[in-house]
């Protein structure tokens, strides 16, 4: 990574952000709490920001459990597509997830690509509310980590109700969202009427 590259990162998430990443990086906190999962076959895992699939493919290997990986990129879907077209347990949604329907302008930025960062280029792709994909299905794992968009989803499934059919949601918020403090604070304690957080490393990742 560019000094510039690593400088705009540290303007978009904050220094401390930055710290708390390359110690859970270091520590290799994605290893060490994805072996905790307990899931199989029969689990269905929702990957909400699945960029290149590195998670995706990690469920399937790790768990055999069956996918469905959210990306509205479409540079990053169509690879996707690609990288699992032999996997008939691994579905590509290329589309953003939010509280309603419609389309959405995303910035582009590699992972960081957000609409809620502005950027030279953006791309406006579908827009799809998260308790049409959810419907009636039993969710093992929600993973969220799409530059933003975890606000809008979470308190979606909370208001519809639905939260009750996820078991564990693993979440990464991002501080460069209007309110940001506020709504991750409002939304932990609408969390614990149904769930209770394992872990917590703020605006890292969290379960």
């Known amino acids: 990574m560019s000094w510039r590259s690593r400088w705009q ?11 708390l990443a390359r110690t859970w990086i270091a520590l290799r906190g994605d290893e060490r709490v994805r072996k905790y999962l307990n899931l199989g076959p029969k689990s269905l895992v929702i990957d909400v920001g699945a ?20 990306e509205p990129i479409p540079e990053f879907a169509s690879s996707l597509e690609a990288r699992f077209s032999d996997d ?19 910035s582009l930025s ?3 690509s957000s609409a809620w960062v502005a950027s030279a280029d953006s791309v406006e792709v579908p827009l799809v509310d998260v308790s049409d994909v959810v419907s009636d299905q039993q969710v093992a794992l929600l993973k969220i980590n799409a530059e933003g968009a975890a606000f809008d ?8 109700g639905q939260i009750v059919q996820v078991n564990t949601i693993q979440v990464q918020f991002h501080r460069f969202v209007p309110g940001a403090q506020a709504r991750r604070k409002d939304i932990r304690i609408r969390l614990r009427e149904t769930h209770r957080c394992a872990w917590n490393v703020p605006w890292v990742w969290e379960q």
Do not use: H, K, N
Request: no cysteine; glycine share 8%.
């Open 9 to 19: 990162t540290i303007r978009r998430v904050g220094p401390t952000q930055v710290v």
């Open 51 to 70: 960029y290149e699939g590195e998670f995706t493919a990690l469920m399937r290997q790790d768990w055999d459990a069956r996918v469905v990986a959210i």
């Open 88 to 106: 008939d347990r691994v579905s590509v949604l290329p589309v953003a997830l939010g509280a309603a329907a419609g389309f959405i302008s995303i």
């Open 110 to 112: 590699q992972d960081g």
């Open 153 to 160: 989803v979470l308190d979606r499934l909370v208001d519809t």
